[in-house]
């Protein structure tokens, strides 16, 4: 079955750093699309950034461009988002998520899916 569990999560300050880690197994990684999301609250989930199966595409939400880098590894099987210059608006929970890859690069947040149990991120004033 597919798994992903997500890790690095923690508590920093205001302009700190932070590196997530999503371990995924069960299925084909190098044929899936992956991407992480957060959700803050009663707040709607965001997509936060993807990359496309090989690594060659990738794509950012507004709020976090510049700030914060998606990559994969497909030895390790795991997905990670470096983030620097994180802010309070970043504390929420982080999940991991996949989707099908076609061929064509699709820039959205859409159709992503078996989710992850998440990762707390805190920044502190």
């Known amino acids: 079955q597919v798994q992903l569990v997500e890790s690095g999560g923690g508590s920093v300050p205001a302009g700190g750093s932070l590196r997530l880690s999503c371990a995924a197994s069960g299925f084909d990684f190098g044929t899936q699309s992956m991407a992480w999301f957060r959700q803050n609250s009663g707040k709607e989930r965001e997509g936060v950034a993807s990359?496309?199966?090989?690594?060659?595409?990738?794509s950012y939400g507004a709020s976090v461009k510049g700030r914060l880098l998606i990559s994969r590894d497909s030895a390790k099987k795991t997905l990670y988002l470096q983030m620097n210059s994180l802010k309070p608006e970043d504390t929420a929970m982080y999940y991991c998520?996949?989707?099908?890859?076609?061929?064509?690069?699709?820039?959205?947040?859409?159709?992503?899916?078996?989710w992850g149990q998440g990762t707390q991120v805190t920044v502190s004033s």
């Open positions: 990359i496309s199966p090989d690594g060659s595409w990738a």
């Open positions: 998520a996949t989707r099908p890859f076609y061929g064509t690069w699709d820039n959205s947040f859409l159709d992503f899916r078996n």
